[in-house]
């Protein structure tokens, strides 16, 4: 059947409907994520791209841009290509390209297609070279507007100091086929925790990115044919950054979020990170979307409960799924045993540990939620959208 027609068929995830493993999003949750970030970003004066990588799926980022999302965020070149597919016209690649095949392509893609706009990172003179010589030899293609991406100790790409930095912004702002957009940077490989000592390194190294966009603005390095953005913001830590670089909004830069876990939430990793898990978020807290619906295969031996998922259909790469719910086809709920845990995953089992006077029996159905919704999200290429009452009212696809 279409995707279209999967709303009309009457299925019921408790009730037994449809196969399983089955993962499902929950689209009133969805729905509500959307508007709490929308909330926020209003409220803090910054602008949204979300990090399309984390669903890759056209249904799900048309939420998002009919929320008023600014653009999305990927990052590679097959992503970007994707997203333009989707519907955006604006996507920023948070990623450095130094591929001369895929910068040649880019060019030849801005350039047939005047409303697409792609921004793209570099961190330094050699990146500027190459992106400089493989958009030189397209012709007619537009400047490519970059973004000069500050890094960390220890991080990923970027930039190691403020004095590299605006030595890679001076070389691209005096490259013909390039336009330096603003500056860029990422903060949530600092930490893995929301202690004072993580959100003092995080605060300060904004802080530096700050410092970087007004010393860029004031040596005119900007082009300016075209509004500056400064944008950092993963999921974790996206208030810092809108409360440090904030004020570069009076220096006439955006500044833009790229998170994009809100979306989906986890009931692991992000439940414990994003700021709605701290005592100053005054907005509703994210609420977990994504579930994986198992069936009960096996039980051995007393205590341990096998579940016809594993490695293959659920993240486990920031902790192990979590059992939230159970039924008993055609609708009978069951009580999830205290102490219930996921002790460990094989390819397509998941070893649930119970009481071993646990009700759960061969052919139950078991909810699971997951920490770090991205790897389980790229597991599959269907998701079935339900109401509150499981009822399975659309889909969404996923493209990787």
């Known amino acids: 059947m279409t995707l279209e027609e999967l709303g009309s068929q009457g299925w019921n995830i408790r009730r037994g409907d449809t196969?399983?493993?089955?993962?499902?999003?929950?689209?009133?949750?969805?729905?509500?994520?959307?508007?709490?970030?929308?909330?926020?970003?209003?409220?803090?004066?910054?602008?949204?791209?979300?990090?399309?990588?984390?669903?890759?799926?056209?249904?799900?980022?048309?939420?998002?841009?009919?929320?008023?999302?600014?653009?999305?965020?990927?990052?590679?070149?097959?992503?970007?290509?994707?997203?333009?597919?989707?519907?955006?016209d604006r996507v920023l690649m948070a990623n450095e390209l130094t591929d001369p095949g895929a910068l040649r392509w880019l060019a030849r893609e801005l350039a047939a297609h005047a409303g697409r706009e792609v921004l793209c990172y570099v961190d330094s003179v050699d990146g500027v070279r190459i992106a400089e010589q493989a958009f030189g030899e397209v012709p007619g293609a537009p400047r490519l507007p970059v973004l000069i991406e500050l890094g960390h100790d220890a991080g990923r790409t970027g930039a190691r100091d403020l004095s590299t930095a605006l030595a890679v912004a001076e070389a691209a702002a005096e490259a013909p086929h390039l336009a330096v957009a603003g500056v860029a940077g990422y903060e949530g490989t600092i930490g893995h925790d929301r202690g004072p000592e993580t959100l003092e390194r995080v605060d300060a190294f904004l802080t530096e990115l700050r410092d970087f966009a007004r010393?860029?603005?004031?040596?005119?390095?900007?082009?300016?044919?075209?509004e500056p953005i400064a944008t950092a913001g993963g999921s974790s830590y996206f208030?810092?950054?809108?409360?440090?670089?904030?004020?570069?909004?009076?220096?006439?830069?955006?500044?833009?979020?790229?998170?994009?876990?809100?979306l989906t939430h986890d009931v692991g990793l992000y439940a414990e990170l994003t700021p709605s898990a701290t005592p100053e978020w005054d907005l509703p807290a994210f609420q977990p979307a994504l579930e994986v619906w198992t069936r009960v295969v096996s039980r051995p031996e007393p205590g341990l409960v096998l579940l016809n998922a594993g490695r293959r259909d659920l993240s486990h790469d920031a902790g192990m799924p979590v059992p939230l719910a159970a039924w008993r086809a055609p609708g009978t709920p069951l009580e999830v045993p205290a102490g219930a845990h996921v002790s460990a995953l094989s390819d397509q089992h998941t070893f649930l540990r119970v009481d071993p006077s646990s009700p759960l029996a061969v052919g139950d159905l078991v909810g699971l939620g997951v920490s770090h919704p991205c790897t389980t999200l790229d597991r599959w290429r269907l998701f079935l959208l339900v109401d509150e009452d499981y009822d399975v009212i659309g889909g969404a696809r996923t493209y990787f």
């Not at 493993?21 to 929950?26: G, I």
């Not at 890759?56 to 097959?78: H, I, Y």
């Not at 208030?239 to 809100?262: E, N, Q, T």
Request: aromatic fraction near 6%.
């Open 239 to 262: 208030d810092r950054v809108a409360h440090i670089l904030g004020p570069v909004a009076d220096d006439g830069l955006r500044v833009v979020l790229r998170s994009g876990c809100y």
């Open 19 to 88: 196969s399983t493993p089955v993962a499902v999003l929950r689209s009133a949750r969805l729905d509500a994520n959307i508007e709490v970030m929308r909330r926020f970003c209003e409220r803090a004066g910054v602008s949204l791209a979300p990090h399309a990588k984390t669903t890759m799926s056209p249904q799900l980022v048309e939420r998002q841009l009919a929320a008023g999302a600014w653009g999305l965020t990927a990052a590679l070149p097959a992503q970007v290509r994707l997203l333009w597919s989707f519907g955006a």
């Open 215 to 226: 010393v860029a603005a004031g040596r005119n390095l900007f082009d300016p044919d075209r």
